[in-house]
């Protein structure tokens, strides 16, 4: 059984590691583990296994029940992404001023459909309903920036600076 | 000196004006300029983005539109500098310009600042008379003389179902609990729906205020507000304005020296629409699957950790300051009989001016849609509007002359809905928004219920073959009969009302299904199945751009001479019709 002090000491070691910072925090409040799922997920792009047996000890929920709550909701992975996450909007807005053509767009270019991963791991591609900046759709959303009044041409320069910010390091 | 506001709404920033601000920001720095320089969130011209504002030494306003960092350093050199406002880029201002009728038939009292204060400045919401609507109540107010006030406002919830606020209020006050809790809905699951971004964006305090003051009304100590996943700036607002509140000890203990207490949560969602449903919504916020419930119990009575529990959507709050300080018949001097006040529209789709509209209820359709709205883009032609998204329906452009009311609105099958408004033009298949929704539903269904897990599979499956051509006969009436079905078999709002779309455009627009299901036909030459490309011989040049940019090759032809398509080979991806410059592709 994983006790509170040996994950003190793992977070010693961890460069800096905010889900566990959370869990250690966690003082048995109700309603902490969609928080601490989140937290988990902020932290390594993806919720690993490792991170529910956690959570599932310190805060007493069956993985089983976990695992639920995680399939349930669709901001939930259970792989890791690629670096950049693109969600495309098809939300009524963008769907009535063409946003086939702008997923259309992305897909040919990247070769993955939605809910995939590039190869080289530089994107992950997720379709949403409704990014909030309908007046400005079609819109998508590069990690948290998002981008309006696109057209096919716009997201390939889009794809373009993303990927050439990570050949520079970036 | 003169004040320099840029909106930096998400659909701001999404539009450039991140740039924008820096770019005003180097010029006073290299230039050493006299102005203060602040942000804002959005006034409603979304449109327009980036927006900014000058505001000079007399306290005349200038707001200019589309500025790009090029604009921003010319207003910079001749208006801020110089004196000389830029006429030409002007959206609103002293002097009359186009866009003025974009603001003429608004009312605001939800939007009240939106766009006109620093959302992170909790002294700037103060200074317009913020905070006071809460003091006014702690100091003079009973609980129930403010359940009243709200009473005979006539405020009905604007999350979509329009029940009234005052009396929902008072079921909470009366229900016997230890503990109460409020919760505010900014969960905005309608896709194409976006007034309580930005009022979470533009105005977090009067959101923050208006749940004081029902926390005060129900006898609650705790609040919660449920997020969307998809709304990091508004999530990031909300904390700070928290924390400034905090600091001046208007939430926590004893707030502004009341003997009361409140303190508010911000739980962020996890990405499932049906969550907006309070009572998934509450099973949510205490960390379950978000899988509603049959009601009753209701909320009020039974609601977050079985405790009674009031839940408001974020515009209701917002509402809520304005009433107490402007009393309940200057809010029921707006509106018609049954719905009184104001609404938050987010005008969308194919609208001259997609933005935010707070109009009085009982205005038209038309009146949006034209006056406000500027009428359709690209000089097309008025088709219909989307009200209420995925409950909601289609109400055709021939009755652009209905008032919008709670009551005039659910005659049509459509309902109000949470504000989306998204107008489609004669290139929007009906059909095809139909099973957009369909698949929408589908998609969000928790699955609970038999109907609404199988059923509106059964009818997307329906609208599919329909749209792929493959229509048969009766096809209409068996939708008729599974979206009976799943109406009336379903325990929440989202399999209630998932048919509405399917049954809205039946109704006004059966001649589009006809056409599909018997000639093979989409009207609105938008389903890509039902279309065919080809080359008009007397209008192609032979230029062979089409042929290059097919991925079929399904264009043969030789330079100089008339193309043609193989149709067997086309796979309808468009590419032609965009690359022609001769206009020689048509699809039909
Ligand atoms: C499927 C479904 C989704 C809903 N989504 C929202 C939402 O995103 N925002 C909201 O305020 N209300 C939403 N509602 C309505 C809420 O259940 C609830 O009625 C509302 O938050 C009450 O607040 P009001 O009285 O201020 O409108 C939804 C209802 C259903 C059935
Ligand atoms: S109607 Fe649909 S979403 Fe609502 S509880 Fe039933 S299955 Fe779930
Ligand atoms: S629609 Fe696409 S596949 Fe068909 S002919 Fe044109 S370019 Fe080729
Ligand atoms: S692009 Fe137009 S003009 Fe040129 S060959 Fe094709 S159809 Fe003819
Ligand atoms: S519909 Fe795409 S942002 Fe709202
Ligand atoms: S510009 Fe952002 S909501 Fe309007």
């Not at chain 2, 699957?289 to 909320?299: E, T, V």
């Not at chain 2, 690209?378 to 009311?405: N, R, T």
Request: charged share 25%; with cysteine; hydrophobic share 35%.
């Amino acid at each position: 059984m994983l006790q509170k002090e040996e994950i003190r000491r793992d977070n010693i070691n961890d460069t800096f590691s905010n889900f566990k910072v959370e869990l250690w925090r966690y003082q048995g409040e109700r309603g902490a583990l969609i928080p601490l799922l989140q937290s988990a997920q902020e932290t390594y792009g993806y919720i690993p296994e490792s991170a529910i047996d956690h959570i599932s000890e310190i805060v007493g929920i069956p993985s089983a029940e976990i695992y639920g709550v995680i399939t349930f909701y669709s901001q939930f992975r259970l792989k890791p992404m690629g670096k950049n996450i693109i969600r495309i909007c098809d939300g009524t807005a963008c769907h009535v001023n063409a946003s086939t053509a702008i997923l259309k767009t992305i897909t040919d270019e990247l070769q993955i459909d939605s809910n995939e991963t590039t190869e080289d791991g530089l994107f992950t591609l997720q379709t949403v309903a409704c990014l909030g900046c309908c007046s400005l759709s079609p819109v998508i959303m590069i990690n948290d920036e998002t981008y309006g009044r696109l057209t096919p041409k716009k997201v390939q320069q889009l794809l373009d600076e993303y990927r050439n910010a990570d050949g520079n390091g970036g | 000196m003169k004040t320099i506001k840029v909106g930096l709404g998400t659909c701001g920033v999404s539009a450039g004006a991140q740039k924008t601000y820096e770019a005003i920001k180097n010029e006073i720095e290299l230039q050493n300029i006299q102005a203060v320089l602040k942000e804002t969130g959005c006034n409603g011209m979304c449109y327009r983005e980036p927006l900014v504002e000058v505001t000079d030494e007399q306290k005349n306003s200038f707001v200019y539109g589309e500025v790009t960092p090029e604009k921003a350093k010319t207003i910079m050199n001749s208006h801020v500098l110089a004196d000389k406002p830029v006429a030409e880029w002007l959206v609103q201002s002293t002097r009359p310009s186009e866009d003025d009728t974009f603001f003429k038939k608004q009312n605001r009292i939800v939007l009240r600042n939106c766009g006109i204060i620093d959302p992170n400045s909790i002294t700037e919401y103060v200074a317009t008379g913020g905070y006071e609507a809460i003091q006014k109540v702690l100091n003079g107010y009973t609980p129930e003389q403010v359940i009243d006030v709200i009473t005979r406002s006539g405020l009905r919830g604007r999350g979509g179902g329009g029940f009234l606020s005052g009396v929902k209020w008072k079921f909470c006050r009366d229900a016997t609990g230890d503990r109460k809790y409020i919760i505010c809905n900014a969960d905005e699951g309608d896709p194409g729906a976006f007034m309580d971004r930005s009022t979470l964006e533009s105005d977090p305090h009067s959101v923050l205020e208006g749940m004081m003051i029902c926390a005060y009304a129900i006898g609650a100590e705790e609040g919660y507000i449920y997020a969307r996943a998809e709304y990091p700036k508004a999530v990031a607002r909300l904390k700070h304005s928290i924390r400034e509140a905090l600091a001046r000890g208007f939430l926590g203990k004893n707030i502004f020296g009341s003997p009361v207490n409140f303190s508010v949560k911000i739980k962020e969602g996890a990405g499932a629409f049906v969550c907006g449903e309070e009572t998934a919504l509450i099973a949510s916020i205490e960390g379950k699957r978000g899988m509603p419930r049959f009601r009753p119990p209701f909320p009020a009575n039974k609601g977050l950790w079985g405790k009674p529990t009031n839940i408001n959507n974020v515009e209701t709050y917002a509402n809520v300051p304005w009433i107490i300080m402007n009393g309940p018949e200057a809010f029921a001097a707006f509106g018609t009989d049954n719905s009184k006040g104001t609404k938050v529209f987010a005008l969308a789709g194919k609208i001259q001016r997609g933005g935010l509209a707070e109009v009085p209820m009982g205005i038209t359709i038309n009146e949006i849609v034209f006056d406000i709205g500027g009428g359709i883009k690209e000089g097309k032609k008025f088709k219909a509007v989307q009200m209420g998204g995925p409950s909601g329906g289609c109400i055709p452009a021939s009755m652009g002359d209905l008032q919008i009311d709670y009551q005039q609105i659910n005659q049509t099958g459509a309902i109000m809905g949470s504000g989306g408004l998204v107008v489609m033009d004669e290139s929007t298949c009906m059909v095809d928004m139909a099973k957009f929704f369909l698949r929408f539903t589908q998609d969000e269904s928790c699955g609970k219920c038999t109907f609404c897990r199988i059923g509106t599979k059964r009818m997307l499956e329906v609208l599919e073959r329909i749209t792929d051509g493959n229509g048969k006969e009766g096809d209409i009436e068996l939708l008729r009969h599974l979206a009976y079905e799943i109406k009336n078999n379903t325990i929440c709002g989202l399999g209630q009302t998932a048919p509405n779309p399917v049954l809205t455009t039946l109704k006004y627009f059966p001649e589009e299904y006809e056409a599909h299901i018997r000639e093979k036909r989409c009207p609105a030459h938008s389903c890509s199945a039902l279309l065919t490309y080809s080359i008009k011989a007397d209008a192609c040049k032979g230029c062979m751009a089409c042929a290059k940019a097919c991925p079929a090759e399904a264009i043969t032809g030789e330079k100089k001479k008339a193309h043609e398509i193989n149709t067997a080979v086309c796979i309808k991806c468009g590419k032609c019709l965009e690359t022609c410059k001769f206009n020689a592709v048509i699809k039909n």
